[in-house]
């Protein structure tokens, strides 16, 4: 009996062992560190011998740089997106620009020389290289106009570049170790690090236990064991590098500025009767220049003896130019350097002789394309009005996601005044009746343009104007055959811009009784006639003491009004409440 037991004990003993030693396996394999290595080019994306990985502060980014020649170039639009956006480059001429607040910087493709206004500087290298339609600026040129410090690395090519100064979290590595790609004992190595190695240390968006995210000093971004470093430390980064200053001109006394409209030169003639009717206007814009041709010229009805009568009762002179020419592509002037040049100096040069006190830029419907154009046209003016000491004023719509290539920020920097066009939420071509100007949609407006534009450079303008609208209902047959849709509208829809005395009038006429719409900040009326429903959110002096007391309010520069000759004498008594 015995000896039939003694076979059975020895394979129970040699499953058992057999067991064990799955089990051991399993555990060594579960807990032990790959020695794996990553493909580093995979790492960093990168596809060909010139291309060079970018680690941009503490992000392996997308884009990727070149080698060229041995120097090292980043693509025009990552120059721009992430480390400075006045770098310009024109595909049209080949030429690349960088603006400051005195001069005008550019270099031609593959040349080694840049001009800083006429005077000629080399570098040891091309400044900008041209690969199909991408640019591509040399990484040491960028540098020289821009606060970042960048040390580039081989095997694989990659750069590292710091372009955000201040504190950051640093710990030391304990000993010899590895920082992985994930975190996790059998991601693979992304590289090895030495004992007393800095590490950065990065903030992660969701708990890790026993690893931490970390960057190393040459450029790598991945996980170490929290038992490989030491206590986080904070410390302080800096870099000597002076910005640049813009110098603007800033009236000591509040803006009160009124736009003229002019559109012959026999209206010229009629400044006096208009103007004397006026209290406290320091400031008029005469609607004198437009855009005539895509070569970059104006057309003109600047008058000497306007200027002339302006200053001899105290008020500066602020010649508008627009570019409502449907003849003229404002996108193929502003997007030609040569073209933006031709507009610049004709613009200077009328101002000079004509003795303005400033322009105003009045450039509408831009579209999304033309913005970093229009911004760099901005720029370049700039810097002419500020050595001649002409005031530069912008005219912006009311802030919404559709018109955020206008720039108002770098606007606010390079410009005197932004002015904020308070008026038109709803317009000739709404969909619906309504408001010119709500007390929600001016105070909107504001709001948001400060939240990019200092206070003190900031006008909020006014309409002297509301519509009348006229809401025709449809036919039955009419509506019959339209595709019925959300936006269906059962009725036709017109309207007419009306000054402040027409509008009393039709109160007047019809017997209307002004309902105060204290949401809307207006008196309203609504009557039918002939079949039509008229309705109009009235612009009076009670409805301009709202929007002008938001000058105070937001200690604004000041209040600007379309247009002059739609208002009301005591209107102005209304304003001088709040602008004085």
């Not at 591509?136 to 970042?148: G, H, S």
């Not at 470093?229 to 800096?238: C, D, K, L, W, Y």
């Not at 010119?436 to 200092?454: C, D, N, Q, W, Y």
């Amino acid at each position: 009996m015995k000896k039939k037991l003694i076979p059975i004990l020895a394979a129970l003993l040699l499953i058992v062992i057999v067991v064990a030693i799955t089990l051991a396996s399993g555990l060594i394999k579960k807990y032990s560190f790959t020695d794996e290595r990553a493909d580093l080019n995979a790492y960093f994306n990168l596809q060909g011998e010139d291309q060079v990985g970018l680690v941009l502060q503490d992000e392996v980014v997308e884009d990727k740089g070149k080698l060229i020649d041995g120097e090292v170039y980043l693509n025009y639009n990552t120059v721009k997106n992430y480390f400075n956006s006045r770098f310009y480059w024109d595909a049209n001429e080949n030429v690349l620009l960088y603006t400051t607040p005195t001069d005008i910087i550019k270099a031609e493709v593959g040349s080694k020389d840049y001009y800083i206004s006429k005077n000629k500087n080399t570098e040891s290298y091309a400044v900008v290289k041209v690969d199909g339609d991408q640019a591509y600026i040399a990484l040491d040129y960028v540098q020289k106009f821009t606060n970042i410090e960048y040390e580039t690395f081989q095997e694989p090519n990659r750069v590292h570049i710091t372009y955000q100064w201040g504190e950051v979290q640093m710990a030391d590595v304990k000993g010899d170790t590895q920082v992985r790609v994930k975190a996790g004992n059998k991601s693979p190595i992304l590289t090895d690090v030495l004992k007393g190695d800095q590490l950065y240390v990065l903030p992660e968006e969701a708990q890790i236990e026993e690893w931490t995210k970390v960057r190393t000093g040459d450029g790598y971004i991945g996980y170490i064991l929290n038992k490989k470093i030491g206590e986080t430390r904070t410390e302080a980064t800096s870099r000597e590098f002076e910005e640049p200053v813009y110098t603007n001109i800033s009236k000591d006394y509040p803006i009160n500025l009124v736009w003229h409209q002019v559109t012959n030169a026999q209206a010229n003639g009629k400044l006096l009767e208009l103007i004397t009717n006026t209290k406290g206007v320091n400031t008029i814009s005469p609607t004198w220049f437009s855009l005539s041709d895509n070569e970059g010229n104006i057309a003109s009805l600047a008058d000497k003896s306007y200027v002339t009568q302006c200053h001899q009762i105290g008020v500066e002179v602020w010649g508008l130019v627009d570019n409502f020419n449907k003849e003229v592509s404002t996108f193929d002037v502003l997007s030609h350097t040569s073209r933006r040049e031709t507009l610049i100096n004709q613009l200077i040069a009328t101002a000079i002789e004509y003795q303005l006190d400033g322009l105003n830029i009045d450039f509408e419907e831009l579209s999304g394309e033309t913005g970093e154009h229009f911004i760099e046209f901005i720029r370049e003016l700039s810097i002419k009005c500020r050595a001649n000491g002409i005031v530069l004023s912008i005219d912006n719509y009311v802030p919404k996601a559709h018109t955020a290539h206008y720039d108002r920020r770098e606007q606010g920097i390079v410009a005197d005044y932004v002015i904020i066009m308070g008026y038109d939420e709803h317009y000739s071509g709404s969909k619906e009746s309504g408001s010119v100007a709500s007390m929600g949609f001016v105070r909107e407006g504001i709001e948001k343009t400060l939240e990019e534009v200092p206070a003190d450079k900031v006008i909020n303008a006014v309409p002297f104007f509301s519509r009348l609208w006229k809401e025709t209902p449809k036919t039955e047959e009419e509506i019959a055959a339209e595709d019925l849709t959300e936006e269906y509208v059962p009725y036709h829809l017109s309207s007419e811009a009306l000054g402040m005395q027409a509008q009393q009038d039709i109160v007047s006429v019809n017997g209307l009784e002004p309902v105060w719409q204290e949401d809307i900040g207006q008196n309203y009326v609504e009557y039918e006639k002939d079949g039509s429903t008229y309705k109009m959110w009235i612009e009076d002096d009670q409805s301009i003491d709202l929007k002008a007391g938001l000058v105070k309010e937001y200690n604004l520069a000041g209040i600007a009004a379309w247009r002059l000759g739609l208002e009301q004498p005591s209107t102005w008594d209304v304003i001088l409440k709040y602008v004085n």
